[in-house]
């Protein structure tokens, strides 16, 4: 989380999509967003780099869900769950990263509940959210060339690609090939 920017506004704590809730965390929800990592630890391995710290310990999942809450509260990030068939199928959020004015949608869904759409409708919910929040005209999704499922959510949420940047890979399933996809508010 970067401390220094922060936003005015704050998206919606809960976005009800029928089958599936995307909401708030709660320190609460510690247990569940446990098994979630714990059931996925290969399924996101290639793709995130936090992966490498985990598992981490039930408490030590407090500790960062009740920070989410400050920084949701401080209006500098806004870590959510995406829940559906009485579960924690997925992570989400909107980060204050880049540019003044852009917020970074990231996702990623647990073992079994990828390439079902989901995180294509809880994309477009957060971007339409972010853009109706006061000091938000982009969003942008970055990921690795190699994470065709992440390339499939950005185009079918209606985010255009601006940019392939070269770096060092962060995980290992990476090329180390940046994509980056915006969209802007009014289009």
Known sequence: MDDARSVSSRPPESIDLGDVVVRRYMVTDAPLLHDAIVDSLDHLRPWMAWIAREPLEVSNRESLLAD????WEEGRDFMMGIFGEGALIGSTGLHLRGADGTAEIGYWM???????GIATRVVRALMDAALDMEGID???IHHDAANTASRRVAEKAGLSLVAEVCREPEAPGETGQLLSWVRSRGR
Not at 68 to 71: G, I, L, Q, R, Y
Not at 110 to 116: D, F, L, Y
């Open 68 to 71: 989410s809450w400050t920084a």
């Open 110 to 116: 647990r073992v079994g509940h990828a390439g079902r």
């Open 138 to 140: 982009t969003v942008a």
